[in-house]
C-alpha cells in the first residue's frame, strides 16, 4: 500500500511544484527578470545598459548597495576592493593537498569553503561589519583564488595581485602573467571583454546556485560554506558548466557538414544543444545579445578565424529557423557566446565555470546579504511521498 498523494494535496498550504516552476521562495529587490520579454534589470537598471555604459565593479556596488555609486563612492569602494585581494598566505600551502590534475572547480569550491578557517574574524552573520567585510572579501579575494586554480592546474607559480590594474586586468594579469616575463602587458580589449563577461555574470536572481546560497544560508551558515554550496551547485553542466559543454559539443561535432547529424540526436533527445535553452527565458536572453556583440568585437580586433565558431554560428542558425528549437522557445543563452569567447582570450575550457563562479559570487553575496538584512525563515521544503505506508519489521531470518 501507497499514500494517496490527492490526500496530501487536498490539505491546506501544500504545493506540488517540483523544479520550483511556480514557488518564489523569497521576496528580493536586487534583480528583475521577464522571461517572456526578455528583461533582466539589475536594481531597475537594464542589464545591456549596465553592460555599455557601467563595468563589473560598479555593478558590483550596485548589486550590493541598491544604489550606483557617486564617483566618491565608486573611487572608495574600488579602493576597498583593491586593498583586499591578497590571499591569506597559508592559503598557497593549502592548495598544495590538491591533484594537480583535478578540475578547478573541484579546487575552487575547496578553497573557497575552506575561507572559514582563514578568516574566522568575522563570521558572526548577526554582525552587520562582519557581513560587508566577508562580502568585500570574497569580492576582492575570488579572481585571485580562480587565477590559483588555474596556476597550479599548470604548475606555474602563483602571480601576486598587482593594485595599479582594474579588476578585470588584474584578473588576467594573474592567469597569464609568468614572474620572468617583466614587461607583460594586458591586451585592453581582452580585458574589457573580460569585464562584460563578468558584468553579463553578475547576477540572476534565484537561480539553482543562488538557491543554494540562500537555503545554505537560511540556516545560518557561514558565508564562505554558502558560496562555497553556490560554488558546487554552479558546476553543473545544466547550469554554469553549460558554456564548458558548448565548447566539448562544438568538438564533438567536428565539423559544419556534421551539424545536420548531430540535430537529428537533438530533435530524437540523444543529445540537448548545449547553450540553448533557459528556465525563465522563453523568447531571448537580453545577456546573450549583448554576449553576440562582445564575441564579434574580440574576434575581429584579434584578427581570430575559428572554425569552430564558424560552426557555433552554423547551428545558430540552423536551431532559430527549426520548428523543433522555435516551438520551443530554445533560444541561444549567454554561455552559449561565452564560452567563445573565452576560448579567444585564451583561457582554458576547463576554467570557464571558475570565470562564471567568480563573477557570480557579488551576485551570491548581494542575495545572502539581503536574507540576514531582515527576517528570514529556514528554508525546508516539503515533499509529496510516495513510499510504503507503516508496516512492521521483519526480523533477518524472516525475511
Ligand atoms: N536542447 C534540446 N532540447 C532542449 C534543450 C536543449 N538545450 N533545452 C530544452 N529542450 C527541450 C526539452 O527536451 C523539452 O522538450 P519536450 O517538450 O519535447 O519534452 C523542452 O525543450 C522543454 O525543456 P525543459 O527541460 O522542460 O526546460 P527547463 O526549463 O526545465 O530547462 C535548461 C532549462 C536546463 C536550461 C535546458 O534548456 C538545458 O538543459 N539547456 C542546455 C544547458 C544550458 O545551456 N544551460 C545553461 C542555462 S543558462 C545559465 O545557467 C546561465
Redesign the pocket.
Known amino acids: 500500500d501507497v499514500i494517496d498523494v490527492k490526500d496530501i494535496l487536498a490539505k491546506d498550504h501544500f504545493t506540488f511544484d517540483p ?1 520550483f ?1 511556480a514557488t518564489a521562495a523569497c521576496e528580493s529587490k536586487i534583480t528583475y527578470i521577464d522571461g517572456d520579454q526578455g528583461i533582466l534589470l539589475h536594481r531597475g537598471y537594464p542589464i545591456a545598459q549596465l553592460a555599455d555604459q557601467s563595468d563589473y565593479l560598479e555593478v558590483c556596488y550596485l548589486l550590493l548597495n541598491g544604489e550606483l555609486p557617486t564617483s566618491e563612492q565608486k573611487e572608495e569602494f574600488v579602493k576597498l576592493v583593491t586593498n583586499h585581494t591578497m590571499v591569506h598566505d597559508q592559503i598557497r600551502k593549502f592548495f598544495d593537498g590538491f591533484r594537480r590534475d583535478a578540475h578547478p572547480m573541484a579546487v575552487m569550491c575547496g578553497v573557497v569553503g575552506a575561507l572559514s578557517a582563514f578568516y574566522h574574524d568575522a563570521l558572526d552573520v548577526n554582525n552587520v561589519d562582519h557581513r560587508n567585510i566577508t562580502a568585500i572579501r570574497l569580492v576582492a579575494k575570488i579572481p585571485t583564488i580562480a587565477a590559483m586554480c588555474y596556476k597550479y592546474s599548470v604548475g606555474q607559480p602563483f602571480m601576486y595581485p598587482r593594485n595599479d590594474l582594474n579588476y578585470a586586468e588584474n584578473f588576467l594579469y594573474m592567469m597569464f602573467a609568468v614572474p620572468a616575463d617583466v614587461d607583460y602587458k594586458v591586451n585592453p580589449i581582452l580585458a574589457k571583454a573580460m569585464d562584460r563577461i563578468f558584468t553579463l ?1 553578475a547576477d ?1 536572481e534565484q ?2 546556485s543562488t538557491s543554494t546560497v540562500r537555503l545554505a544560508g537560511s540556516t545560518g551558515a557561514n558565508p564562505y560554506a554558502c558560496i562555497a554550496a553556490g560554488i558546487a551547485a ?1 558546476w553543473g ?7 564548458e ?2 565548447l566539448k559539443m562544438l568538438d564533438e561535432i567536428g565539423s559544419v557538414d556534421k551539424v545536420p547529424e548531430f540535430m537529428e540526436k ?2 530524437t ?1 540523444e ?10 527565458y522563453k523568447n531571448f ?1 537580453p ?1 546573450a545579445k549583448v554576449m553576440k556583440e562582445t564575441c564579434d568585437e574580440v574576434l575581429a580586433a584579434l584578427g581570430i578565424n575559428d572554425p569552430q565558431l564558424e560552426l557555433a554560428m552554423k547551428l545558430e542558425e540552423i536551431a532559430l529557423n527549426d520548428p ?2 522555435v516551438d ?3 533560444y541561444p ?4 557566446y561565452s564560452g567563445i569567447i573565452l576560448k579567444a582570450i585564451g583561457i582554458p575550457t576547463s576554467m570557464f565555470t571558475v570565470i ?1 563562479a567568480l563573477a557570480r559570487t557579488v551576485g551570491w553575496i548581494s542575495h545572502w546579504l539581503e536574507m540576514h538584512s531582515s527576517a528570514y525563515k529556514i528554508g525546508r521544503p516539503r515533499q509529496l511521498y510516495t513510499g510504503s505506508l507503516q508496516r512492521d519489521f521483519t526480523p533477518l531470518d524472516k525475511r
Open positions: 523544479g516552476m555574470h540572476h537561480n539553482a554552479l553542466p545544466a547550469h554554469g558548466g553549460a558554456n559543454a558548448v537533438v530533435k533527445k543529445v540537448k544543444l548545449m547553450g540553448f535553452g533557459h528556465r525563465v536572453d545577456r523543433y528549437f520551443r522557445k530554445l543563452n549567454v554561455d552559449f562564471f
